[in-house]
């Protein structure tokens, strides 16, 4: 027969548990890191979208400001020049950046009946980069447009980094 378990352990086993657990998860975090976007990540989530198609300047405007005070809620809105026909208009829109955790900011998925090609959402900016927005057209093109953006607040940041 099992002894029955003690329902509340001394403090000093208490506080030993917690501090082991503490220093397991500091290690686990150190050895990972925080994940950080770089120049070539975002080439690579471009092309893995557009399947290596290729994307021209040009019918896209990624309205953002160019110097944002605070990171962590950046407004964006991106217009695309197209009829929005049954025979002409825009499939997908997507962002993507240079500094943030992950490159791939965000996907919308539109058609003819969206009336007009325009997606608006806020977004967090871990550091000053660029942010890129690619349109898909009915007809297979990729057109996009790309801002430098300013950053004096980031958001997004896991430790030094």
Not at 26 to 43: I, N
Not at 111 to 121: D, E, F, L, S
Not at 133 to 151: E, F, P, R, T
Request: net charge positive; proline share 8%; with cysteine.
């Amino acid at each position: 027969m099992s002894q029955p378990m003690d329902p509340m352990p001394d403090e000093p086993d208490r506080r030993r548990r917690r501090l082991l657990g503490a220093g397991v998860c500091a290690g686990a975090l150190v050895m990972v890191g925080p994940a950080t976007a770089t120049p070539p990540a975002m080439q690579a989530a471009l092309a893995q979208w557009t399947g290596g198609a290729t994307v021209r300047p040009g019918k896209v405007k990624l309205d953002v400001a160019r110097l944002v005070d605070n990171g962590n809620t950046v407004p964006i809105t991106v217009t695309v020049d197209s009829p929005m026909t049954a025979g002409n208009h825009v499939v997908a829109i997507a962002v993507f950046n240079e500094r943030n955790p992950l490159p791939d900011v965000a996907r919308f998925t539109l058609g003819p009946r969206a009336g007009k090609a325009m997606v608006a959402t806020r977004i967090r900016l871990a550091t000053s980069q660029n942010l890129l927005a690619v349109a898909k057209l009915s007809d297979g093109s990729y057109w996009s447009h790309q801002v430098d953006v300013v950053v004096t607040l980031a958001a997004c940041i896991e430790g030094d980094g």
